[in-house]
């Protein structure tokens, strides 16, 4: 059973500011649930239905700090679903690497200002999928950890590194040390026609603003998904999250021919 | 001022069956309204604030049966969003092509028990941006009138053809004319491998069972969009509207590389 105050600091979690504060976030649903609990994520507390808890493997309690076996009703109380799942789990947050060097060894996806919680948990679905692991965002982006993101990302979220950071000093210390920064755009040249590296900042910028005219002159290859439709009216552009799908396929498309 | 009558209407228009019946559907928000009457497509009637009524250019309402000027607050009682926009409109539905054979002229997608309008929509966007026009849909699809469908294609449906049928009987025909079937799957060849035709259908499956059981034997060609990450927990799959997004992308690609 599930004290009052635990029930108030749970519903609490959907605020960001809580979350900031506590370096904890909510996850909802057996399959994310399970799928924490199968990568060793820490959890601070699993709070699920006496079956769910009983289905969990001999030693995935491990990294569960505490396990609250809990009525459909009390689930209710707490999710933020209208429709909950068997299985909730408040985590602990991992400490962010901050070394911002650390992004641009490899791959990176900058994000300028992306509002839309489902577009950013695209992202991190797609960037997952095609191996990015590097995400750094604007201050004024959707926080990672708001559970519509967490959603979105099916779990993929566990397997990249996110920083928010003042988009422009990062995207400085990129050019200082000649990474190619490539921008996606309604205007530039086919991203089929581009010559793409492995390495580099992919930026993609806001929903309905595009890419901040402050950062604009950081791009060095403007990148534009070419329409094939013989109107633009009612197709003047892909949402940033099937744009981002499509940009990180061509990247590794690429990628698989250089390693043939 | 709006009647009650056609508050209620307008509302009943949320439910499939009253669209079906009266043919008609529900467009929510200004910049789809306007896209609509740049289209040229008929509008059985627009409701919306003066301003936006104002603000149209002068001959814009020659296609609109009755255009009703109402406040907020009358929005409010008809829209479906939580926040409403500015303009709704009731949209007389097309006659649907119910020749197959034209189906199968150009490019096709067929959708196997899509559920999820967010993904019927994203679909809908991608193809009209990548120059598809013929969508063929399994009988237990989501219907392309429901409102988050409109939402989420942002008004591209005005440029594909949607026509709900069974689709082994679909996919037969297809086969007799020897039109190549294009599946995508999590088991298949790298889509970036395969031979791509600028004809065939493109089959897409199921949000979580995939393409049904008695259509896989049509497929000529498994597609697989590579995975990338060194792990596959939480990153069991792609959402199909992100599937799909990447899959046209490379038919797209390719179409473009045979005309060079």
């Known amino acids: 059973m599930l004290s009052k105050n ?5 519903i609490s979690l959907q605020k960001r500011k809580v979350r900031e504060e506590y370096k904890l976030y909510i996850i909802e649903g057996d399959k994310i649930v399970k799928e924490y609990i199968s990568a060793g994520v820490p959890l601070k507390s699993l709070i ?42 408040v985590v602990c947050m991992p400490d962010p690497e901050v070394n911002q060097a650390n ?15 489902g577009n950013f948990g695209t992202i991190i679905r797609a960037a997952a999928w095609f191996g990015i692991k590097n ?23 566990i397997h990249v590194k996110v920083l928010y ?35 580099g900042i992919i930026l993609l910028g ?18 534009m998904i070419p329409r094939f439709a013989d109107t633009t009216l009612g197709i003047d552009s892909l949402n940033v999250g099937m744009a981002a799908s499509i940009i990180f396929s061509e990247f590794a498309r690429r990628k698989s021919l250089a390693k043939i």
């Open 6 to 10: 635990k029930v108030r600091f749970i």
């Open 48 to 89: 699920a239905k006496p079956e769910f808890i009983s289905s969990l493997p001999k030693d995935a309690l491990k990294e569960v700090s505490e396990s609250e076996p809990v009525s459909y009703e009390e689930l209710k109380k707490i999710s933020g679903l209208k429709t909950p799942h068997n299985a909730l789990a």
């Open 103 to 117: 992004y641009l060894k490899t791959q990176c996806v900058a994000l300028d200002c992306i509002q839309d919680p």
């Open 135 to 157: 995400i750094v965002c604007s201050e004024d982006c959707v926080d990672v950890y708001n559970p519509k993101v967490i959603q979105a990302s099916m779990g993929a979220i």
């Open 165 to 199: 950071t003042e988009l422009k000093k990062f995207l400085n210390t990129g050019s200082e040390k000649k990474i190619p920064v490539y921008g996606t755009m309604l205007e530039g040249e086919s991203i089929y026609d581009q010559k793409l590296g492995s390495k």
């Open 206 to 223: 806001n929903e309905s603003k595009g890419i901040s005219d402050d950062l604009i002159h950081f791009i060095d290859h403007r990148l």
